[in-house]
């Protein structure tokens, strides 16, 4: 397979994956009715990581989409392409960052979502996953799929940088190869 069409599926695998996430955190909810007259909603907006996590992977989702509609345009496997490639190799590089900021969105959505499954006594925090457990559930399945989009930018990155720099001579700093 071709490192491109490779590149292409990695991104769209990761593309789906990011809405997945944004989706799966944000449309969850489970509702629960205590003392028969009290009811309580669980959603996303009740932690803070687990709202910036949905915005993060929707901003990252869409850069991967108009990444992808970049890479159907314009077919950069000849060497006289070299100055997209490395406009593409700086945007990727930009991806690289993104995919930072959703693994940090979903390291803290994950830190805020053990704190919900275990509680925690010195504050007098409760757990809530053992009222609230289709909502945990859903939202762990969501994280696992936020941290694997994440993984699968840093390789889109990676697949990137090989696709430029395979273009220069091994023994000349930054000379292309001869044709």
Sequence with gaps: MHSSRIETFLRVLSTVLLVLTACLVGFDSQTKVFFYTYARKA?????????????????????????????????????????????????????????????????????????????????QWMKLCNRYTRFCIQIGGALACGVIAAILTVIISSISAYALFRLYSPKHFLLLKGR
């Design 43 to 123: 959603t996303f907006r009740d932690l803070n990581a687990l709202y910036v996590l949905v915005w993060v992977d929707a901003a990252a989702a869409a850069y991967n989409l108009i990444q992808l509609f970049r890479s159907f345009r314009k077919d950069l496997a000849d060497n006289s392409y070299t100055y997209l490639r490395w406009g593409t190799y700086l945007l990727d590089q930009e991806l690289q960052a993104a995919s930072y900021v959703v693994f940090a969105a979903n390291t803290a959505a994950v830190q805020a979502s053990v704190l919900a499954l275990t509680g925690e006594k010195s504050f």
